[in-house]
C-alpha cells in the first residue's frame, strides 16, 4: 500500500507556530489545491484529533480516519464526507485498509500522526510543501525516529515563492 505523508512546513521545519494554529493561515492557496487534489485521488486521509479540530468538518468526497486514544470506531458524515475516529496503531490501521481493498492513502498531520507512522516505517512518499516563512519555534514535522534516508523524485514550483518536493522513502 502506498502511505503518502502530505505536509506544509516553514523554511524551518515547523508545521505550526502554536498547536491550535490552522495551516491555511499561513499556507498558500496552492499548497491547499495540491492537498485536496492529493487527498481526492487516494480516496482516505488519516489524521491526528488536535488536526482534525483546527479543521472541524469532514472532507468533502474523502474518507477521513481520525486517530484519537479516545476514539472507538464510531463515525460521523456530513457535507459530502466521512469521518471515523479509531484509538488504533498505525501497523494495524494500514493492516485493516489494506484488508478492506484501500490501496493508497494520506497522512494529514499532526506532528504525533507523523511521527507515529513514520516510526512504523509505513510512509512510502512523502511530499513536501514549503512555505516562505520562518517561525523561529513551533511544532516540528516529525521526531523520535531514526535515520531514515529519502530520494527526490520532483520539485514543484507551486508559486513564485512555494515549493512543492516529493520524495520517496
Known sequence: MKVILVAAISADGKIAQSPNQ??????????????V???KEAGVVVMGRRTFE???????GRRLIVLSETGGKGGLGG??????????????????????GVTQLVIGGGSSVYS?????GL?????????????GSGIPLAQGFDRIQMSLIEVT???????????RI
Open 37 to 39: 487534489a492529493k487527498t
Open 22 to 35: 490552522r495551516s491555511l493561515d499561513w499556507t498558500s492557496k496552492e499548497d491547499t489545491a495540491f492537498f
Open 157 to 167: 514550483k507551486l508559486n513564485e515563492q512555494s515549493v512543492l518536493l516529493h520524495y
Open 79 to 100: 457535507k459530502g464526507g466521512e469521518v471515523e475516529f479509531r484509538n488504533q496503531n498505525p501497523k494495524d490501521l494500514v493492516q485493516d485498509l489494506a484488508s478492506e
Open 116 to 120: 507515529q507512522f513514520l516510526q512504523a
Open 123 to 135: 510512509v512510502t512518499d512523502m511530499y513536501l510543501t514549503i512555505e516562505p516563512i520562518l517561525f
Open 54 to 60: 483546527t479543521i472541524g468538518k469532514p472532507l468533502k
